[in-house]
């Protein structure tokens, strides 16, 4: 991704908002933090107008936080707001899942366990949070439910600082993680749609848990 959009594109407002959501997803831009519009133009030799646009696109997708009078700043999340983000979670993830399933083919299947091998030996957190979500990504891959997937990834952009946050705690208990891994990818190599959901169900809710154990994650 570059980070020197032109002004005069006709997707520059697009590539910026690719530009500052990566950052933002990346951690390199914390919760809260205020995003100066003058200062990312001048960065990205851009115009106001494609950057004021970005940050709208930003907006939609929950990132961004836009103040009447007050400018930009990178969303954040109270303890409330994240566990209520990981109960639709719950409800909703395991129906993408359920969709997606049938429609897998073995080498996404393969590609799947595979995933979970280099998470097993990951021991970086940034690592593991892309390996993790490129995990789950490949078992939704099969879907033909575009808005709810969308939701879904809503969910998850705007929970990944807490997400990280809690993973740089330790990964003591990665055994866990490992064991729900190679259950879903085993119900999901049968076609066992229950399981397999009903495990996702599960794999969501004890992060939820854990993240509910660490206030101090959400205060400013």
């Known amino acids: 991704m570059t980070d020197t959009p032109s002004s005069t594109s006709p997707v520059a407002s697009q590539r910026i908002a690719d530009v500052i959501g990566d950052r933002i997803l990346r ?18 030799n851009a115009s106001r107008l494609p950057v004021r646009e970005a940050l709208r ?38 129906l993408l899942l359920a969709e997606s399933i049938p429609r ?3 080498r ?19 690592q593991f949070l892309v390996l993790d979500r490129q995990f789950h990504w490949t078992s939704y891959s099969g879907h033909q439910a575009p808005r709810l997937a969308t939701m879904i990834e809503r969910l998850w952009d705007t929970t990944q600082h807490y997400r990280r946050a809690f993973t740089r705690l330790g990964r003591s208990e990665a055994w866990i993680i490992d064991a729900e891994h190679d ?9 066992d749609i229950a399981t397999a959901t009903s495990i996702l169900e599960t794999h969501i809710r004890r992060t939820k848990v854990k993240l509910a154990l660490h206030p101090e994650l959400f205060e400013r």
């Open 108 to 126: 996404a299947i393969e590609s799947l366990a595979a995933i979970q091998q280099e998470i097993s030996r990951c021991t970086d957190v940034e």
């Open 57 to 94: 696109i930003l907006e939609s997708r929950g990132l961004v936080t836009l103040r009447a009078n007050a400018g930009a700043w990178v969303s954040r999340m109270d303890l409330h707001d994240c566990e209520l983000s990981y109960t639709i979670r719950e409800r909703i993830e395991p």
């Open 104 to 106: 897998l083919d073995d």
């Open 183 to 191: 259950l879903l990818v085993e119900s999901i190599r049968t076609r």
């Open 27 to 44: 951690g390199q831009l914390a919760p809260g933090t205020r995003i100066i519009q003058d200062e990312i133009a001048e960065e990205l």
